[in-house]
Every structure is written in C-alpha cells, then in structure tokens.
C-alpha cells in the first residue's frame, strides 16, 4: 500500500492537469473564503496557513554551490477543507517566477513571509488541487536573534537545512506548522561530482545528464516540514541494510577522515529505542555530519544532521529518539516543545542507565540539588515562550517532569505509558493535555497536580 503512494500522487497530479479547466471564476463556489494566514500557533502567529491540508510536496530542487543558486519548482498537492477565494502559503526563499493553480497562472502576492495566491476560479471544499511555484535565486537562512542561525543554511561547498521550528520557508512555499503534516519527494540536481542527500530513502539512482547529477529522495510517512531536510556537498556517504531498515550516513571529510561509529550506532541506538518505544516510525534510518556553523544538532526526519562534529553516544540516542517523540509524535504548538525535547533528553538518561552510566534517579537527584535561586527553576518548561524554545529547562526540567512521573506510577506503568504515547499519537500531533489524559489512564491516578508543580509552576518542585 505505502509503496504505491508516489505513483497515486503522480496519478492525481495527472489527473487534475487534465482535468478540463474551470471556464471562469463563477464557477467556483459562491461563498467562498480567504484562507488564514496563520493556524493559530500562540508563539507563531503566521505559522501555517488555514483553508487546506497539504497531502504531498514534490520539490524539484537545482542548486549550484559555487554560486548558491538554486532553481526550483514546488508541486503542492493539498485539499481545501473550506470553499476558498484565496490562500496562502508560508515563504520567505529566493524570487518567485511563476505561480499556477491547477494549471491555470494563478495572480499572487507575496509580502513577508506570506504568499497569498488568488486562483482563477474558487476552490471547492474537499477537493484536491496542484499549486505550482517556481522561484530562483540564492535562499538566505534565518538569523534569529533568539532561535540562532536555522532554514536553508549555505556552506562552504554546499548546503544544509535544518528548519526547527518554522525556517521551512526559507527554501520551499509551504504550510509551515506541525498540524500539517505530508509526504515529500524531492528531486536534487547539482554539478557532477557534489553529493546530495535528503530526509527519506533514495528512489531508484542518481541519474547523471549534461555535468549533473540528479537524485530523487521520497518520504511516504507524515513528515513535519521542520523536519526535512536537504545536504549538499562533500560527503563520505555509507549505506547498509539493517533488517527492514535502510541506513545511511554521510560525513564531511573535513569534519573527519572516519565515522566515529556513527553508522553501527545509529542502527544500535534505534533498535534499542524500538525496544523502549515501539515499532521505528519511518523507513530508513542515518545521519549526517557537516560544517553548518549553527552551533546545534537537528533530529531532521530519518536523518538527523550533525554540525562541526562527530556525535557522542548520547546525542545520537537524543536525535533518534525525536524520531518518536517530536518527528512521530510532534507538538500540536510549538509551546508544547518540551513534549519533544524533554522525552530526547530522558532517552538520553535511560540510554546511560541501562549502559553502565548514571541512573536517571543520579541525574534527577544531581539536578534537583541544585539551589533554589538557579536560574532552571525560573521559568518552567510548559510554556517557554518563543524566544526561550531550546532553553535549558525545556530539557532537564522536562526530563525530570518524566522522571517524576515515572516514580509516581511505577516502572512498568510508566514503559507502558512509553509505548503508548508513541503508538496512539503515531503520525500525529499531541498536547501536554493528551499526554496527561494518557499518563491517568494508564496509572489509574489524578496527576494533574504533578503535571502543574512540575511544567506550569516556577520555582524548584519538591521531590515526587
Ligand atoms: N531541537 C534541537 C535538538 O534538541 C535543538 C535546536 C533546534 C536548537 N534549534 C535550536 C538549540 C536553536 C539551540 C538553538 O536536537
Ligand atoms: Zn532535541
């Protein structure tokens, strides 16, 4: 079934070009609507977009180190959930060319981080339609004087994104929120020579024409548009077969001349985690290693990126348990970040207790002594705010909220609650609300007061 779906979207996409086009605009439904320009994100106002869900983005991506020119057309195939007279999408990449809605040009207008395209005649509720964009010229990354350097990041011979939380735009139209997820397949050309990796598992083999080369990568489950990703450059690249899983790892040899284990531990790592949280959510599994300069890791889906340096142990477990929680299992907000990163963080702590390292009791305990006016008991990890995203407490003090919560029901209530977040939200989004409607049923115990002292109360909460 999953395997065919590439070849459904073609079919559709067929479809809609010949299908006969609407004559005039009065075809359209009378009572149609703009679509809104944002999905209500309470930290990202213009996140998203109302008015249609995405089913599938085809990219088509031409890109030039030597020059960071990139060429591209986006193929949006979405259904709109209302009767809509326009609709927007999020992007803030290189100039537009052309813009069409089911084949037709469609009159557009883009200001900020908005592209609000008027199609020729309405669109009709519950049925499916093609945008095309095609736009040219050199992306900019993000440079947020909070969030840090993230979107489409240039390097020295390539590229590299890693869009967390709305740097999507940055490179491609698109519905920029977790709420809207989609399959991707993205198409890669660049010079003969360079290599060129993505988010996903390779389609068939790079085809090379005219002194390039093009690749085709293609994600069939839900994937966040934080989470995809593009690499380009100089790469050492490997690849295996783990049991159904394909793995592959690229490194930057000007990083390292080795892989430092990252290939064997990325496949140790993830049938470790599979064990702990169930079933692997995607298909292939990896990393990659490149001098990007952002100064962070990115759990980008399937194949998280590495910047400047080969990943311990511990950071690889992070990265790969996102795939479960955030990349599975994404926030329904992005206030809800500490549903991604505290449960990275405790996989790290479960990870060094069960490989001869600290208990997680060890490293809660070490946490917890530290004095009242530290600066983690300040703000609490529930609500952060859009500026503090990926501050510390999001981490350990979301951790310790899991590890609270794990002395509080027992072990094997708790493993249960594990596995069960991951399957009933499985290519989903989820709220701390949902989690604590879970973690009660599972125990059989009121912990809205846990859940209160430890993600919503400033100050240091007292030990479970
Ligand atoms: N989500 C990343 C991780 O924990 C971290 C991250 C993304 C980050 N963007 C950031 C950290 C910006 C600091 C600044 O793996
Ligand atoms: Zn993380």
Known sequence: MRRTRPLLITALIGSLLLAPAAADASAGPPDAVPGASGVGDPYLPLAGNGGYDVVHYDLDLDYTPATRQLKATARILAKATENLSRFNLDYQGPPITSVSVNGRRAPYVHEGGELVISPRSALRKRVPFLVEVSYAG???????PALGVYGWVPTDDGAAVLSEPDGARSWYPVNDHPTDKASYSIRLTV???????????PLGRAVSRGGRTTSTWVSREPTASYLVTVAIGEFTVERSRTKSLLNITAIDPKVSATDGGLHQTTATV??????????YPFSSIGGIVDKVGVGYALETQTRPIYDGRLPSTSLIVHEM???WYGNSVSPATWREIWLNEGFATY???LWS?????????ARFDRIHARPDTDPLWRRPPGDPGRDDLFTGAVYSRGAMTLHALRQ???????????KRWAAEFRHRTASTADLLALAEKVSGKELDALFTAWLYTSGKPARP
């Not at 050199?138 to 947020?144: F, G, K, L, N, V």
């Not at 027992?410 to 493993?415: C, I, K, S, Y």
Request: avoid cysteine.
């Open 408 to 418: 509080t029901i027992g072990d094997e209530r708790f493993f249960t609650l594990l």
């Open 321 to 323: 348990a996102h795939q």
């Open 270 to 279: 993830t049938d470790w985690a599979a064990g702990l949280f169930g079933r």
């Open 353 to 361: 207790e069960q490989h001869g390292g600290d208990s997680a009791q």
């Open 191 to 201: 010079p003969d020579g360079v290599t060129a990796l993505a988010s996903g598992e």
């Open 347 to 349: 996989a790290e702590w």
């Open 138 to 144: 050199s992306p900019q990354a993000i440079d947020d």
